[in-house]
């Protein structure tokens, strides 16, 4: 009855959420007035919540951070067909001014720096590279990189100072799956709702309590694609030199705009 | 009712609800990218967006298997005949790309675009400003004051950085080219 007792729980607050729900617009009688429903509440266990506190505290104590994810996703096409994509990705942070990616994926391999006050972001297969000048906080250059460069860091929520915060910023509801052992750790399992997405997170059990997975279900896009990612070999007492945020380009490669695709999906 | 029946109805009846919920939302991403550049981001999912559209191209839309084999939309390992400018046919190639663009969708496959009409799709040249993620295997490299540039056919893209990595605009032709 292990899984038993999750299920029941996220069919409970489901269940109670429908009961709750009104059915339109509330009709006071007293004043012959409609007044908007209220606002459901937010439906957060206080354990889910609990858990990523603990995950932001052990990453925010770090200054230097090294990990590695295998990344998959799946690539819907207008035929339904799905294909399942397979990445390697590996990061190094240097709070609060460095990050280093390095993409390997199944159609390009690629490089994004940023030093503070750069970001460079490099093909190394197509020889094309990108240069545009960024916000002084890595917070504030990962916020800057989606909204005008089109750059969407994969895991990008870990990498801010409070990852715990900016992956609540939106929840609407979030309970406890239960525990699972992810590459010989144990972990404990969340499940986390919002608008358009649902995502689940899979947090290492113990003091150093690092993500060891996250999977997000793109619930607004048909065939409802996953992107899944397996995190490991964490440092968080990683050391940086100031060239880990330098990208040497070779000189045949060419120099091109970030350009942000209005209508892309 | 049993225990076990009980909570049986709690957990189907929360999976029915979940159903009835996602399906509600519908709506299918679209483009060239081959997906995923997007992806991955919890605060920055808005940007992995999706565009509305009737599923009617499946009653009629080309399987993306070709005895046996699935063929990659932008780059087919078979040469295929330039298609001129506005060939009709009433067949995408196998494989297709599709995506949305000011108000449209735009099919790629096999070295050209296309757009619907009627029945059939019209192979025409993509508009200015759309980004793809693909060019054509026969284009030309232009260098232009200093800058990079591809034509195809008679269009003109220059190579930029979007969704994450390389991608090319569909731009008019450079002065001095």
């Given at each position: 009855?292990r899984?038993?007792?999750?299920?029941?729980?996220?069919?409970?607050?489901?269940l109670?959420?429908?009961?709750?729900?009104?059915?339109?617009?509330a009709?006071?009688?007293?004043?012959?007035?409609?007044k908007?429903?209220a606002?459901?509440p937010p439906?957060i266990?206080p354990?889910?919540?609990?858990?990523l506190?603990?995950?932001?505290?052990?990453l925010?104590?770090?200054?230097?951070?090294?990990f590695?994810?295998?990344?998959?996703?799946?690539?819907?096409?207008?035929s339904?067909l799905?294909?399942?994509?397979t990445?390697?990705?590996?990061?190094?942070?240097?709070?609060?001014?460095?990050?280093r990616?390095?993409?390997?994926?199944?159609d390009?391999?690629?490089l994004?720096?940023?030093d503070?006050?750069?970001?460079?972001?490099?093909?190394?297969d197509?020889?094309?590279?990108?240069?545009t000048s960024a916000?002084?906080?890595?917070?504030?250059?990962?916020?800057?990189?989606?909204?005008?460069?089109?750059?969407v860091?994969?895991?990008?929520?870990?990498l801010?100072?409070?990852p715990g915060a900016v992956?609540?910023?939106?929840?609407?509801?979030?309970?406890?799956?239960?525990?699972?052992?992810?590459?010989g750790?144990?972990?404990?399992h969340?499940?986390?709702?919002?608008?358009?997405?649902?995502w689940?997170?899979?947090?290492?059990k113990?003091?150093?309590?690092?993500?060891l997975?996250l999977?997000?279900?793109y619930?607004?896009?048909d065939g409802?694609?996953q992107?899944t990612?397996?995190?490991s070999?964490?440092?968080?007492?990683a050391?940086?030199?100031?060239t880990d945020?330098k990208?040497?380009?070779?000189?045949?490669?060419?120099?091109a705009?970030?350009?942000?695709?209005?209508?892309?999906? | 009712?049993?225990r076990?029946?009980?909570?049986?109805?709690?957990?189907?009846?929360a999976?029915?609800?979940?159903?009835?919920r996602s399906?509600?939302r519908g709506?299918?991403?679209?483009g060239?990218?081959?997906?995923?550049?997007?992806?991955?981001?919890?605060?920055?999912s808005y940007?992995?967006?999706?565009?509305?559209?009737?599923?009617?191209?499946?009653t009629?839309?080309?399987?993306?298997?070709?005895?046996g084999?699935?063929h990659?939309a932008?780059?087919?390992?078979?040469?295929?005949?330039?298609v001129?400018?506005?060939?009709?046919v009433?067949?995408?190639?196998?494989?297709?790309?599709?995506?949305?663009?000011?108000?449209r969708?735009?099919y790629?496959?096999?070295d050209?675009?296309?757009?619907e009409d009627?029945?059939?799709?019209i192979a025409?040249?993509?508009?200015?400003?759309?980004?793809?993620?693909?060019?054509?295997?026969?284009?030309?490299?232009?260098?232009?004051d200093?800058?990079?540039?591809?034509?195809?056919?008679?269009?003109?893209?220059?190579?930029?950085?979007?969704?994450?990595?390389?991608?090319?605009e569909?731009?008019?032709?450079?002065?001095?080219?």
């Amino acid at each position: 009855m292990r899984l038993a007792a999750p299920l029941l729980s996220a069919g409970m607050w489901l269940l109670v959420c429908a009961c709750n729900a009104p059915a339109g617009p509330a009709d006071d009688s007293k004043t012959g007035e409609t007044k908007p429903p209220a606002a459901d509440p937010p439906r957060i266990a206080p354990e889910a919540r609990a858990a990523l506190l603990r995950m932001s505290q052990t990453l925010q104590r770090a200054q230097g951070i090294r990990f590695f994810a295998k990344t998959q996703y799946d690539d819907v096409l207008p035929s339904g067909l799905r294909l399942l994509r397979t990445n390697t990705v590996r990061y190094l942070v240097s709070r609060p001014t460095g990050l280093r990616v390095e993409f390997e994926g199944h159609d390009d391999s690629r490089l994004l720096v940023y030093d503070g006050s750069t970001a460079t972001l490099y093909d190394r297969d197509r020889k094309f590279y990108a240069v545009t000048s960024a916000p002084d906080t890595l917070d504030a250059a990962l916020d800057m990189l989606a909204r005008e460069a089109d750059v969407v860091v994969p895991l990008s929520d870990l990498l801010y100072r409070d990852p715990g915060a900016v992956l609540l910023e939106k929840v609407t509801a979030a309970s406890r799956v239960g525990t699972d052992t992810i590459d010989g750790m144990e972990a404990e399992h969340f499940v986390f709702s919002q608008a358009g997405l649902d995502w689940q997170i899979w947090i290492a059990k113990g003091e150093r309590a690092v993500p060891l997975r996250l999977v997000l279900t793109y619930l607004t896009v048909d065939g409802h694609p996953q992107f899944t990612a397996t995190l490991s070999d964490w440092n968080l007492l990683a050391e940086t030199k100031v060239t880990d945020f330098k990208v040497v380009i070779p000189p045949e490669a060419r120099q091109a705009d970030f350009a942000v695709d209005q209508e892309g999906a | 009712m049993t225990r076990l029946g009980f909570l049986m109805l709690l957990t189907f009846g929360a999976l029915g609800m979940l159903s009835e919920r996602s399906d509600a939302r519908g709506g299918r991403g679209g483009g060239f990218r081959g997906g995923g550049r997007h992806m991955g981001s919890v605060r920055h999912s808005y940007y992995y967006r999706p565009r509305s559209y009737a599923r009617h191209e499946t009653t009629r839309g080309t399987p993306d298997h070709s005895q046996g084999a699935y063929h990659r939309a932008a780059h087919a390992a078979t040469a295929a005949k330039a298609v001129a400018w506005g060939t009709r046919v009433r067949r995408l190639p196998d494989g297709y790309r599709r995506r949305w663009w000011r108000n449209r969708f735009w099919y790629y496959g096999t070295d050209m675009w296309y757009v619907e009409d009627s029945d059939e799709y019209i192979a025409t040249q993509p508009p200015l400003g759309m980004i793809v993620h693909a060019i054509p295997e026969g284009s030309v490299e232009h260098t232009v004051d200093g800058r990079t540039y591809y034509e195809y056919n008679g269009v003109w893209f220059r190579p930029v950085m979007s969704g994450g990595g390389s991608s090319y605009e569909v731009v008019s032709r450079p002065e001095g080219s």
